[in-house]
């Protein structure tokens, strides 16, 4: 009796446990598998929206316009003058949301100084109001102002007029490509293509009311504007906090309590940010940051992600071997040089790549941009802190609520948009990490 199990009941439990790990380990496949068909199934639909024939109908054929109706061969003086022929009255509406920093409920009011602040315009005007501006001046003004593709796509969308009758995915145009051409032959003055709604001109043109000349430019202008100030106000602060509590915070009750709140904060509802957001950066110090301005949604963005990066710089610096800080200390170092010289250099691959991961949370995140009053229609692209802006997901919400077809089809262009500067920040997470650890074993 020693307590052994004999030959038989040893094959009997053996075979349980196997048994057991077999149904685990089937579980865990059919796990991956189900995430791997929900990720394809995801693509695919996007896809099949993005891509599909469109018929096509002009307001006024671009070949009336011009010899062989190539509009882009224009300069931007032809240009403004064909906007100022076939839209005379619509001049200023169009130097207000291309080139105007103000509000439009005072656009009319102040003087041209202030109404394009930073602006080209006659220095004889600075103190006119826009009532009192001729149409040749404001011919002049966009003309100076505008970029030729800003022009043409203003031309298409408001002279000729192309209008996107009907749409198909995909699937549709490759499996019922007969009837698509039949109901294309009811329309003798449209035009029948297989679209792709992602590209080139995508990707470069402003964004419009018409789905058909809409472009994201504004909108990628306007991530990139705010996630450059999230890192700039996020990392250092994150990382230094990160410092502070790893290396020289005390265990005492006040320590402990800021680090469970951190990671407390780290849960919160990104809509609740916005609020603060809007509370402290759009109200409080509105004279800083002129409002809802990019500067205002960087510094939210900046709060969003703070407690994340604080964490995973806690787990990098904590994962660091004491070995290294004491033969440091051993060799004479302060605690400042073992920091700058031994520990940080060690804890950067996981700093980095917990920033990048967040940074990646952020740039896709709506709620806080709505909150703090984003802008969901903006021609006019940021160019500085202080700017109106926009951003993708602001934009990708914006078409997708709306009834049209096309602006659906245009939305999921800008979904693979967001998901591949997504990808790309996710990949060179894990290359830094790599990169970093190369460095280190070397």
Not at 136 to 163: A, F, K, M, P, W
Not at 299 to 322: D, F, H, K, W, Y
Request: aromatic fraction near 8%.
């Amino acid at each position: 009796m020693n307590g052994l199990m004999d030959d038989a009941a040893f094959s009997r439990a053996l075979k349980s446990r196997h048994r057991r790990g077999n149904i685990w380990q089937r579980f865990f496949r059919l796990s991956t598998i189900v995430a791997l068909l929900a990720l394809i199934a995801l693509f695919l639909n996007i896809a099949n929206s993005a891509f599909g024939y469109a018929l096509q109908d002009y307001d006024i054929a671009p070949t009336e316009l011009v010899e062989g109706g190539d509009i882009a061969s224009l300069d931007n003086a032809r240009l403004v003058a064909m906007l100022a022929e076939h839209q005379p009255r619509r001049l200023a509406v169009y130097v207000r949301d291309t080139l105007s920093m103000v509000d439009a409920s005072v656009f009319t009011t102040l003087p041209l100084s202030r109404v394009l602040e930073g602006r080209s315009y006659p220095e004889a005007l600075a103190s006119a109001t826009i009532p009192e501006v001729t149409a040749d001046d404001l011919q002049t003004i966009l003309r100076d102002n505008l970029t030729h593709d800003q022009l043409v796509s203003i031309i298409e969308e408001q002279v000729i007029g192309i209008n996107v009758l009907r749409t198909w995915s995909l699937t549709d145009s490759l499996t019922n490509r007969a009837q698509i051409e039949a109901i294309a032959a009811e329309n003798p003055r449209a035009n029948l293509i297989f679209r792709s709604w992602l590209d080139l001109n995508f990707l470069s043109s402003p964004m419009s009311g018409n789905a058909a000349v809409a472009g994201i430019r504004t909108a990628i202008l306007g991530s990139v504007w705010v996630i450059v100030i999230t890192v700039a106000f996020a990392f250092p602060i994150g990382v230094g906090a990160a410092i502070y509590l790893e290396e020289y915070a005390t265990d005492t009750p006040l320590n402990n309590l800021i680090e469970t709140n951190i990671r407390n904060l780290a849960g919160v509802p990104s809509i609740i940010y916005g609020l603060l957001g809007l509370a402290i950066f759009v109200r409080a110090l509105e004279t800083i940051t002129a409002g809802r301005t990019v500067l205002s949604a960087g510094l939210t963005m900046g709060l969003l992600i703070l407690p994340v990066i604080i964490i995973n710089s806690q787990e990098a610096i904590r994962a660091v071997p004491s070995s290294i800080r004491e033969a440091s200390f051993g060799l004479g170092a302060t605690r400042w040089q073992t920091i700058w010289n031994q520990v940080l250099p060690a804890a950067m691959p996981g700093i980095l790549t917990g920033t990048i991961l967040a940074l990646s949370r952020a740039i896709g995140e709506t709620a806080p941009l709505i909150v703090i009053g984003a802008s969901t229609f903006i021609l006019s692209d940021p160019s500085s802190p202080l700017s109106r802006f926009t951003a993708l997901p602001i934009q990708i919400y914006q078409w997708t609520a709306r009834p049209q077809p096309e602006f659906r089809a245009a939305a999921a262009g800008a979904i693979i948009v967001l998901l591949i500067l997504l990808l790309t920040m996710n990949a060179s997470a894990i290359f830094l990490r790599q990169r970093y650890r190369r460095k280190l074993t070397a």
